[in-house]
């Protein structure tokens, strides 16, 4: 069963950093871009950042570009999202997704994780 | 950026119903669009990409159809399961962008 675990969320202060991770399960990790999106409470979906299979390829939203840094360890089939001075606008549900076609930059996501909230408040 | 936007906002409809959505693009996208179906406390779920193109799964009364910049969400008679946010998104190019969601509501 093609799965997506997220893990990592919790209360953080304004300014400080937090460190997400996303194991994969049940495909071929390595040939396929992922992406994490995130919804503010009671918002909509926001693209936050994606990265290519060998992670030569590396995209952000302007809202984290320079905050957030997005990696992946095909080794271990684990995606991270390191995210730094970290403000109260961040506060949302954080998705890892899955591009679901192995062609490069242009892809929808087929396959979500269950989510991991994170909290930015003094 | 590519923004997004869709209509109506909120739909209210009965078991049934023959639903529309429809997205539209700022600029033109080709048939890079995805709908995906959101409820409460779940994850999205894929429903359409590439503008048309089913995911492998779900039901047949869910359609899609356009390109270049204007774009609907069909449901060809309306499900109890149907109910839920509706979002569609753009892939053509970095920053991908969704649009802010159609919720669809029980009459």
């Not at chain 1, 390595?30 to 979906?45: E, H, I, T």
């Not at chain 1, 590396?58 to 992946?72: E, L, N, P, Q």
């Not at chain 2, 996208?29 to 894929?46: D, F, T």
Request: proline share 3%.
């Amino acid at each position: 069963e093609v799965q997506l675990l997220e893990s990592g969320g919790g209360l953080v202060q304004p300014g400080e950093s937090l460190r997400l991770s996303c194991a994969a399960s049940g495909f071929t990790f390595n040939n396929y871009a992922m992406s994490w999106v995130r919804q503010a409470p009671g918002k909509g979906l926001e693209w936050v950042s994606d990265i290519s299979g060998s992670s030569s390829s590396t995209y952000y939203a302007d809202s984290v570009k320079g905050r957030f840094t997005i990696s992946r360890d095909n080794s271990k089939n684990t995606l991270s999202l390191q995210m730094s001075s970290l403000r109260a606008e961040d506060t949302a549900v954080y998705y890892c997704a899955k591009a679901e076609t192995t062609a490069v930059r242009k892809h929808a996501f087929d396959i979500w994780g269950q989510g991991t909230m994170v909290t930015v408040s003094s | 950026d590519i923004q997004m936007t869709q209509s109506p906002s909120t739909l209210s409809a009965s078991v049934g119903d023959r639903v529309t959505i429809t997205c539209r693009a700022s600029q033109s996208i080709g048939s890079w669009l995805a709908w995906y179906q959101q409820k409460p406390g779940k994850a999205p779920k894929l429903l359409i990409y590439k503008a048309s193109t089913l995911e492998s799964g779900v039901p047949s009364r869910f359609s899609g159809s356009g390109s270049g910049t204007e774009f609907t969400l069909t449901i060809r008679s309306l499900q109890p399961d149907d109910f839920a946010t509706y979002y569609c998104q753009q892939y053509n190019s970095y920053l991908f962008t969704f649009g802010p969601g159609t919720k669809v509501d029980i009459k």
